[in-house]
């Protein structure tokens, strides 16, 4: 019966509300078909709202006996499943391989606040340590854990250099709009262009990902494009300001990875490529393939530090191989340790400032297991599981599995990783770490089961393939 309304509604309110859909959809896609991002996404999501208030006014004035009544319960119906049918349609739209669809932008913000809507308050979050955990931190009224006041004295990269100049600006760039997951790819192909590279978005998906549902595109895997297309460039961390500024004065451009709200409530990870500053302004100049207005994206420098700091900092500069000698006087050594102590006493400092930051203590401890300091790296985690991380956090950072696993914290690297993919299956590291776990414990089948998703979501993971091997037969 009820899909009989169903259909019933749907073809009544079928022609009046398809039109009004074309027509507010296309008046959206006119808006943003060059700007996109947050003035677009705003007026989709009052359009979204429209409709929502519309149903439930329909619900509240409506005569007492409308939902006993076949015609007036098909028209409620078919109000719903329009609605039903328009998001499809939009996700669709959102998730489709053309180069830029006018008003994509708007529909991903729209897709992703009704999303949030159904998302538990636990679920937007980290998963906390539990009271049984073997930290000196486990719950929240505890004194938080000092923080870590034995970082050595490290040398600051281009201290014997001249400040750089007041403003620089490097182009010409070509602006890259992202396809469906592909911040990753569209900002690395924005930056070979601006070493006159012209090279496309969909030669960097197909090098980079097997799956266009792939969640993250990691630092590394952006390096190793960059190389493969002759040029250098590596993954560093712990970087400044200064240094930022000293590598765009040479003409040398920087992709960093910064925490990213489209829509003021869906935090996610989000790669921007820096093309210039200008100190008058305090400000760096972005190319953006999802904001608007891509190009020329104004940040300042106060808010880009704080959207960088989620990734301790993350950058990459790429370079022609004749710049070599003048990246590491800039940026100090490429190599790990070093990199890593430089980022351990940034944490140091900021903790002693403000010992409340998720963030910096998320930092600390993805430095300090670097270093192989995993049982400290374990208890700077718990510290900023408890001062709650955004739920997206371990899509893009995985020390957190490293730490548990090494300190045989199984039933964390556990609960971590089914938390991911209670959010999405496509998350190979998730797959794989919950395999080590499952490994670990002794339950090789599991483990196989999970090292085998791994590779369904990313066919090209080696380390899935790697434990795979040393399971017994």
């Not at 529909?107 to 636990?122: K, N, P, T």
């Not at 000196?136 to 600051?156: C, G, I, Q, T, Y």
Request: proline letters at 7%; a positive charge.
């Amino acid at each position: 019966m009820w899909a009989g309304l169903l259909v019933m509604g749907s073809r009544h309110l079928a022609s009046r509300f398809g039109a009004f859909t074309r027509h507010r959809i296309s008046e959206l896609g006119r808006t943003t078909g060059t700007q996109g991002g947050t003035s677009g996404g705003a007026q989709g999501i009052s359009w979204i709202t429209y409709v929502v208030k519309a149903i439930f006014r329909l619900q509240s004035t409506r005569r007492p006996s409308m939902t006993k009544s076949p015609i007036g319960t098909a028209r409620l119906a078919g109000i719903f499943g329009a609605c039903l049918i328009v998001g499809f349609a939009g996700v669709m739209a959102v998730r489709s391989d053309a180069m830029h669809v006018p008003g994509t932008r708007t529909m991903d913000a729209i897709s992703s606040r009704i999303r949030g809507s159904f998302r538990s308050a636990e679920a937007s979050y980290v998963p906390p340590p539990s009271a049984r955990t073997p930290s000196k931190v486990v719950n929240e009224a505890n004194s938080p854990v000092e923080p870590n006041r034995d970082a050595p004295e490290v040398e600051v990269p281009g201290a014997s250099l001249p400040p750089p100049p007041p403003s620089a600006r490097i182009g010409p760039v070509t602006h890259v709009w992202q396809t469906w997951n592909n911040c990753g790819p569209a900002t690395v192909t924005m930056a070979l262009s601006s070493l006159g590279r012209a090279e496309s978005q969909a030669a960097a998906v197909n090098f980079l990902k097997t799956s266009k549902d792939d969640k993250n595109v990691g630092p590394s895997e952006l390096v190793s494009y960059a190389r493969a297309r002759g040029l250098n460039a590596e993954w560093r961390v712990g970087g400044d300001l200064v240094v930022l500024k000293r590598l765009l004065a040479e003409n040398i451009p920087v992709i960093v990875e910064v925490g990213f709200n489209p829509d003021g409530k869906d935090w996610m990870g989000h790669y921007r490529l820096l093309v210039g500053y200008d100190d008058a302004t305090a400000r760096f100049t972005a190319y953006d393939s999802y904001l608007a207005p891509g190009v020329n994206v104004p940040q300042p420098y106060d808010k880009f530090d704080s959207d960088w700091r989620a990734f301790n900092r993350t950058f990459i500069p790429i370079y022609r191989v004749g710049q070599v000698e003048t990246v590491n006087a800039i940026a100090g050594s490429a190599d790990t340790e070093p990199q890593h102590l430089r980022a351990l006493a940034i944490a140091s400092r900021e903790l002693a400032e403000n010992p409340k930051d998720a963030f910096v203590w998320f930092n600390q401890g993805m430095s300090l297991t670097s270093l192989g300091r995993t049982a400290e790296g374990a208890e700077s985690f718990d510290q900023a599981r408890l001062l709650k991380l955004p739920w997206r956090m371990l899509w893009y950072q995985f020390g957190p599995f490293d730490a548990y696993l090494a300190e045989g914290r199984l039933n964390d690297v556990l609960t971590l990783a089914n938390a991911n993919l209670a959010q999405t299956s496509d998350l190979e590291e998730s797959h794989f770490f919950k395999g080590r776990a499952l490994q670990e414990s002794g339950r090789f089948a599991e483990a196989r089961a999970s090292y085998l998703r791994a590779l369904a979501a990313n066919s090209r993971y080696v380390p899935a393939y790697h434990y795979l091997s040393t399971l017994p037969n």
